[in-house]
């Protein structure tokens, strides 16, 4: 962009707008602060060396080296599928970390309920064919769950009995 403001002939004021669409776009994005947050990223992901093809890259190095594009990306929505797989026990952290302060909507799909417990504001269950909806963490989830089954064990139970009584009503009526 500078070197356009070299030229004598440039129309410097349809310049400077486009420079400040530019810095807009880059203000957006948070991207004066691309290097630091990249390499945070980087490091809290054991990213390989920088120089690594990623022909050369193991299945976790590429998966790590995804998720990290993923999330410097900043899209509304991140749909992660067994986010911590490859990670250590420090870079999970991190990702806990970095999820909370995420202002977008994150979907993940994990059986590390440790993860759940410590990043997840809503769980969506399925079961027999249907979503339900939980607020909360995967403990307050469990508690939620254990509670509803109850009444459910409940529901049925007065239901068979109800059942059972028609039944016997029907076997001595005399018809």
């Known amino acids: 962009m500078y070197a356009l403001y070299a030229d004598p002939d440039a129309d410097f004021d349809k310049l400077a707008a486009e420079q400040g669409r530019l810095e807009e776009i880059i203000q957006a994005h ?3 602060n691309l290097n630091v947050q990249l390499e945070r990223a980087a ?3 054991r990213l390989p060396d920088w120089d690594a093809k990623i022909a050369n890259l193991s299945g976790g190095e590429r998966r790590r080296v995804a998720l990290c594009r993923l999330l410097l990306e900043k899209p509304d929505m991140l749909l992660l599928d067994e986010p911590t797989n490859h990670l250590d026990a420090e870079s999970v ?3 806990e970390r970095f999820l909370h302060d ?3 909507t994150v979907v993940a799909i994990t059986h590390d309920r440790y ?3 410590n990043v997840a504001g809503w769980i969506l269950e399925l079961d027999r064919g249907e979503g339900i909806p939980w607020e909360g963490n995967y403990s307050s989830w469990l508690e939620q769950k254990d509670q509803r089954l109850a009444q459910e064990a409940s529901q049925e139970a007065a239901r068979r009995k109800l059942f059972d009584r028609e039944r016997a009503g029907v076997g001595t009526s005399g018809n």
């Open 115 to 117: 993860f759940l417990d």
């Open 43 to 45: 490091d809290a992901l």
């Open 102 to 104: 995420f202002e977008g």
């Open 93 to 95: 952290a991190w990702l």
């Open 30 to 32: 948070d991207g004066h």
